[in-house]
Every structure is written in structure tokens, then in C-alpha cells.
């Protein structure tokens, strides 16, 4: 069984530059989160889909990062414009539903904002 | 919000020891436990997990004890050996009108020194 996918691996951008990251789940997975994790800490839950819709967005700083699933599948987080604050590394996650809470990581984008 | 403290944050033992790691939380309504492994440059990977309603939970040389009335569960790790390095992460998530907040602690870097 394939993981959970994500690209690039790493970025380098400087700031005020605009970044993307995309995610795709396992196959069937209808439950679909990215975190952030600073460097030397836990991750942090940025964003929950169902499916295409927006479960949780209320830790997203929605001035700057958008997000998205448009057909239930793969999903990219946008930062625009990137501070140096938003270096880290940006993991998704996929789960069976939300009910089933098992997630499974992705290896992460690792993103340095210079 | 979910507060979750992770004790120690840093950890060694010899090759063939047991490691203990301590996760506290605050909020009495979370009612699922997971244990995550992360190494170097890798998602967090799910080692175990214990639900509200089980006390303990064991598999192979890895085991979980949950103390709900005292708000804390603990990772065991028996025998330790060199792959078992890496950073331990707890979370601790609950349902609110969200949907689930999954809250990860701030990890523990686990050194097995042979």
C-alpha cells in the first residue's frame, strides 16, 4: 500500500515570495490534515478536511496560508507572502474517516525561508 | 486549548535498558492516546495508541499505560536497542465542535547508546 505522498521535499525561497505544497493521501483516505512542525518541536494541526470540505481551519493564519482539497483527494497548502517565522516542516497526514483517528505521515516538505 | 507537557525531553539508555516517557494533559474529555516515532528527515510514524475506555495496551517490547483520572500516559520501551533512537512524540486528541484536535506534545529524543 502506497503513503502518503508530498512534494517537493525541500524549498528555498526568501521572503515574501509565494510557496506551494501538495499532498496526496492514501488511496481512500477520506480524512486529510497538514501540520506544521518548528523545528525542535511537536507538530502543530494547521488545517482538517472531510473529504473537500474544511473541518478545522482555526490554527490556519488564514492572512497568509490558504489551503485546499477541490475534489477529495490531493490537497495543496499555499503560503503568500512566506515570513521567515513560517520556516519548518509541513507534514500531511491522511486518515481512514474521523472517526477512524489512526493517522499516517507523510515524510514532509521542509521549508526555509531566508 | 489542549495543553499536553512530555517528560523527559531528552533521554538516554544503554542497549538493552528499559525507557519510560511521561505525556500529562488537561482536558478530561480526550479520549484517544497515540504514540508517534519520528526519525531523522521522516514523517511521525504510529508505534501504538491506547483509547480512553483500556487501562493498558502492549506490543512487543513496546507498551502504553493510561491513567485518566490523573491525566497522564506513559510510553514503555523494554530492551531497548540502537534503531529505537529517535524522537518519541505523544498526542492527544478529542472530539469538539470541530470534529478532533489533535494536540502532539514536544517530543522526546531518545539516545540508545550500545
Known amino acids: 500500500e502506497a503513503g502518503v505522498a508530498q512534494s517537493p521535499r525541500y524549498k528555498i525561497i526568501e521572503k515574501r515570495q509565494s510557496v506551494a505544497f501538495w499532498c496526496n493521501p492514501i488511496?481512500?483516505?477520506?480524512?486529510l490534515y497538514w501540520y506544521q512542525q518548528i523545528l525542535g518541536q511537536g507538530p502543530k494541526l494547521l488545517i482538517q478536511f472531510q473529504n473537500n470540505g474544511v473541518v478545522d481551519d482555526s490554527q490556519l493564519p488564514k492572512d497568509r496560508f490558504s489551503a485546499e482539497r477541490l475534489k477529495g483527494v490531493d490537497s495543496t497548502l499555499k503560503i503568500q507572502p512566506a515570513k521567515l517565522e513560517d520556516s519548518a516542516v509541513y507534514l500531511c497526514?491522511?486518515?481512514?474517516?474521523?472517526?477512524?483517528?489512526?493517522?499516517?505521515f507523510g515524510a514532509g516538505t521542509r521549508l526555509s525561508v531566508l | 486549548g489542549e495543553n499536553v507537557e512530555q517528560h523527559p525531553s531528552t533521554l538516554s539508555v544503554q542497549e538493552g535498558d528499559s525507557a519510560v516517557i511521561k505525556c500529562t494533559y488537561s482536558d478530561s474529555a480526550s479520549n484517544y492516546f497515540p504514540w508517534y516515532k519520528q526519525e531523522l528527515g521522516k514523517g511521525p510514524q504510529l508505534i501504538i495508541d491506547?483509547?480512553?475506555?483500556?487501562g493498558e495496551k502492549k506490543d512487543q517490547r513496546i507498551a502504553v499505560t493510561l491513567n485518566k483520572t490523573a491525566k497522564h500516559f506513559s510510553l514503555h520501551i523494554t530492551e531497548t536497542q540502537p534503531e529505537d533512537s529517535a524522537v518519541y512524540f505523544c498526542a492527544v486528541t478529542s472530539r469538539d465542535n470541530y470534529g478532533q484536535n489533535f494536540v502532539f506534545g514536544p517530543g522526546t529524543r531518545l539516545s540508545v547508546l550500545p
Open positions: 497526514a491522511s486518515s481512514v474517516n474521523i472517526a477512524k483517528n489512526i493517522q499516517y
Open positions: 488511496s481512500g483516505h477520506a480524512t
Open positions: 491506547i483509547r480512553s475506555n483500556v
